[in-house]
């Protein structure tokens, strides 16, 4: 029994001593711990709050790695809890651009559908936006491509109205180029040329955009240098006022003589960007302004100069699109030139401008501000015809199909032709219009009736032994009557080789063929870069101010930037690359 208690004892001890040895050696762990973390405690400056983040202090190449590893720590644990300045982004980070969809016309078969019927339009917004993308190193989204407002963008040589007409209108066929056996035919406007010492007085209202989104180079500044050539061509019987808009709309300058220049100069160099965009009013504000000064035979207009990001206010669509139909009742009329890019609403001020009675430009620098308000300064002001429309009956014994090429947003139905309540496009001083239809010819004998269930659709035997290709009709009113006017005329179905065709047609046909390049449309045939190249550049002509040149150069970058395109002048399938 002692002996029992003697080792129950003797283990006890021994347990305790090891435990206590245990204790001891945890003891020295946490001890020699807390001389560390004293040790870098002291090396500690005061706090003092800062700002931005310093640069680490350089560290001592001598230093042991453990050393180096605590300093740098204990620097890290000094630094302020804030975020780092963000870099702005670059416009392709937050680009929200708009533009309409556009569904591209088909051809239709003339037994079931000989009459096309559209609204003109003088608009070239698309070709300067389209220079735009190209100049920057990209190739344009497909809906920003209408082809209509990029052939319309270049004059050509149509004659002079002769009779009481305000226009004269021009008709040619030719082989097309990009599909054999095809067929193009093309119908001219040109508008009566007033000079300008003969132009009615302007009762104009400039309403600017100065809201955040307009500060940019390319917005506000580059507005207010155009406005100034504008103003620069004012005569002492003109007036103009200037309203703004931002987080409100405002009057900067009430209507002032032209012969103030000086006054309306220090107007628009007072100018600055900040704030929301409350578009709709300022259009109320700038229409109200228009109706005070209201000129009872002179040309009474609203120039909307704008990004289009409206974004208080009346800024859907459909407000503003009623909004501005109301007013064009009172004889106001809206043109719109859009500025900038990344945030740019093409959809909406392609809209605004055609329920105003109005055309729209986009002007990406002072030369084009040059082109649209003084070289153009008469048919950008002055309305010389409104409501303008076009109807073609095609001759089914001469043509078996047929497709407008462009013009997508202005197709009326048939009987819109007649109808004096539907609004139309209108043509101004000066304006040239082209129209180009790619057209089927029927081969041989021509089907000469359409046998339906009900009925049957027979082809006149006049028309069988006619010569005539189609029949053109044109409707349009005064710019201050209210009942339209119309004019006929007769296409012969004669047609031209690409060698023998005019230089109109051929410069036509190259830009009609580049825009169906850059949708990638169904309808581009064999279109290619050097085909067009080579149509642009024998079509040139005099190019007294250069932009056909521009317009081949563009086709040049084009087709550097094309994807598809492996060597100059070759194509191949792969899709148009949509950048932006």
């Known amino acids: 029994m002692y002996t029992l208690k003697s080792r129950y004892e003797g283990a006890m001890r021994s347990f305790m ?14 001890l020699a711990g807390c001389t560390g973390r004293e040790a870098v405690k002291a090396e500690e400056k005061p706090f003092v709050p800062i700002t931005e983040i310093p640069a680490p202090a350089p560290i001592a190449y001598e230093m042991d790695a453990s050393r180096q590893k605590s300093a740098t720590m204990a620097t890290m644990v000094r630094m302020p809890m804030t975020l780092p300045q963000l870099q702005p982004a670059s416009p392709a980070d937050y680009n929200t651009e708009g533009y309409d969809r556009v569904n591209e016309n088909g051809f239709l078969e003339v037994l079931k559908n000989p009459l096309s019927t559209f609204s003109i339009d003088v608009d070239t917004a698309s070709y300067t936006n389209v220079r735009r993308f190209i100049n920057d190193g990209s190739l344009p989204p497909p809906d920003a491509v209408r082809i209509e407002e990029m052939i319309n963008y270049f004059t050509y040589d149509y004659p002079q109205p002769s009779g009481d007409a305000p226009f004269s209108f021009t008709t040619e066929v030719m082989a097309a180029p990009w599909k054999s056996g095809n067929r193009l035919l093309l119908v001219g ?3 009566v040329r007033i000079p300008v010492n003969k132009l009615p007085p302007a009762n104009l209202v400039f309403l600017i955009d100065v809201s955040g ?8 500044p580059l507005l207010v240098k155009s406005f100034k050539l504008l103003v620069g061509q004012l005569r002492q019987q003109d007036r103009v006022a200037i309203v703004v808009y931002a987080g409100q709309a405002g009057l900067v300058l009430p209507s002032t003589s032209g012969n103030e220049k000086q006054k309306i100069l220090a107007a628009l160099d007072s100018l600055r960007a900040g704030g929301s965009t409350a578009g709709g009013q300022g259009i109320q504000l700038a229409y109200q302004v228009a109706r005070e000064n209201y000129l009872k035979e002179g040309n009474n207009r609203v120039i909307l100069a704008t990004d289009g990001d409206f974004n208080v206010g009346a800024s859907s669509d459909a407000d503003m699109e009623r909004l501005i139909e109301e007013r064009r009742k009172d004889g106001v009329f809206l043109s719109v030139l859009g500025y900038g890019m990344g945030n740019y609403k093409d959809s909406k001020m392609q809209k605004l401008a055609d329920r105003g009675n109005g055309n729209y430009a986009y002007i990406d620098t002072l030369l084009e501000a040059k082109k649209v308000l003084l070289s153009q300064f008469g048919g950008t002001m002055m309305t010389i015809a409104k409501d303008v429309k076009m109807q073609v009956e095609f001759n089914p014994a001469k043509v078996k199909s047929y497709r407008l090429i462009g013009y997508e947003k202005r197709m009326l139905k048939a009987e819109d032709f007649a109808d004096d309540k539907k ?6 001083s000066g304006h040239t219009v082209t129209a180009l239809y790619e057209i089927v010819p029927a081969e041989g004998a021509a089907a000469d009736k359409q046998e339906l269930t009900y009925q049957t659709t027979q082809v006149k035997e006049s028309a069988l032994a006619s010569a005539e290709l189609a029949t053109i009709r044109f409707r349009y009113k005064e710019p201050q009557e209210e009942t339209s006017r119309e004019l006929v005329r007769k296409i012969s179905a004669v047609s031209e080789s690409l060698n023998k065709a005019s230089t109109n047609i051929r410069f036509a046909a190259a830009v009609a063929e580049w825009g169906m390049l850059l949708r990638n449309s169904e309808y581009k045939g064999s279109a290619g870069y050097g085909q067009i190249l080579d149509l642009a550049r024998k079509a040139k002509g005099a190019d007294a101010e250069g932009y056909r040149a521009e317009f081949i150069r563009l086709v040049e970058m084009a087709e550097l930037i094309d994807a598809r395109t492996q060597t100059p002048g070759v194509t191949t399938d792969k899709a148009i690359p949509t950048i932006r």
């Open 17 to 30: 001593s090891r435990w206590f040895a245990v204790c001891l050696l945890l003891a020295a762990f946490v």
């Open 189 to 191: 406007l040109q508008g």
């Open 213 to 220: 989104s307009m500060s940019e180079e390319n917005k506000l």
């Open 423 to 428: 609004d139309a496009g209108e043509l101004g």
